[in-house]
Structures are given as C-alpha cells and as structure tokens.
C-alpha cells in the first residue's frame, strides 16, 4: 500500500478549472501553483470536456453559471466517461442548488465569494478520499474502516464484520468517497439489483442495521450521517 505521504503529494496532480472568470482562474491558478499543483483551464464546458478527455485530471473545479451550459449539465457529461473528483462553484447559496450537484455526483461546492486557500484546502481534503483506494481491492477509509471487496468483508476499529449483502453493499457504496452524500435512490440504484422492487425504507432500515452493527462495536461513534431530506454520508473525518 501506498504511503500517505506520497499519496497526499500534490507533484503531477493537475486540477481543471472549468470557469469563464479570468479573474477566479487567475486566483485559482496561482493558489495551486504555490502548492505545486498543476492547473489547467477552460473558459466553457466544451472546452472543459474535450480537455478531460486529453489530458490525465485528478479533479475539476466546476462553475455552475458557464457561458453555453450549466455546470450540472457538465457534470453530466463528465460523469459519462470519468468518475474524476469535482468541486463545484456558484455564486447560488440555494440549497437546492447544493443538493443538485451533490446528488449529481460532486464531490463539494463552494459559494463564490471565497478565499484561494480554502478552495485548494478543499481540493486537498477530496484528494485525500480520493486517495484512500489501495489497489488491492480494498477500500480504507483511515485506520478505523476497511473494506475487504475480495472478502466482502469490513473490519471496523480491528473487528472484522461479515455483514449481509446489502448492507455490506451500501457500507462499500459510502466507504468509495466519504463525505459524498447519497441519496435513497442513488443507493438503491447502484445497489440494488432490481431497485424498482425497492422502496425508500428499505434503504433507511438497512442503514438502521448497519448502524446498529458499528455501534456494537463502538457504541460511542456513529459513523453515518444522516443528510434530511437528502440521503445519508459516511464520515470523512474517522
């Protein structure tokens, strides 16, 4: 396994900033820089696409308000040929807005006006999930969550949890990207074989299961949080 160290190095990452300001680009591309990221730019989202498809990115940042799309509509067509990370921007504070692009596939969102360092801090924090795959079939989420995709197992706080398919399936979906709110559907839809035979409950009494299974090993830390009205996340800070 990877060490954290070289994992979290930000040398060859490069993060596209799809953004039609030349002022946030400008600022943007100087805070990555001094952290020695590379930044590449697009000033629309088919720029934006075409240069995700030639180059090697390790996240995007994504304006919501671009000159011949919404940045949802771009994200749909990232999500068409790559799961690379994206942060998004938005002069928009609506919580409609947040949850649409969370349950879109975004990683976080940022309302502009912001500071160059907490945009890059973010940048940072997503990579470090990003990073927490090792290759082998595992998925750590630090020292207190793994899961064993070979076993179809999870060991939490060092005790090994068999758990049913579902629930190990659900555990695996949050465990990918923690932090990453998932809605009702998208969990049945990507963990259900049949999801129109599923219901919204079904998905709140697994979760209610999984729950009750990690508290038994640690009854003092819950490691789902429940987003209302939205879904459920895992914790990103365990």
Known sequence: MQSMANTLSPESRTILIIEDEPGIVDTLSYALGTDGFRALSADT?????????????????????????????????????????????TARAEE??????????????????FSPREVVSRIKAILRRSDRRDGSGRTQTSQVLVVDEECRSVTYFGERLSLPRYEFDIVRLLAARPGRVYSRDQIMEQVWTDPGESFDRTVDAHIKSIRARLRAVRPDVDPIVTHRGVGYALRDDL
């Open 45 to 89: 989202g088919r720029r934006g696409l075409a240069l995700l498809a030639g180059e090697r990115v390790d996240l995007v940042v994504l304006d919501v308000g671009l000159p011949d799309a919404s940045g949802f509509e771009v994200l749909k067509g990232i999500r068409t040929v790559s799961q690379v990370p994206v942060l998004f921007l």
């Open 96 to 113: 409609i807005d947040r949850v649409l692009g969370l349950e879109l596939g975004a990683d976080d969102y940022v309302v502009k006006p």
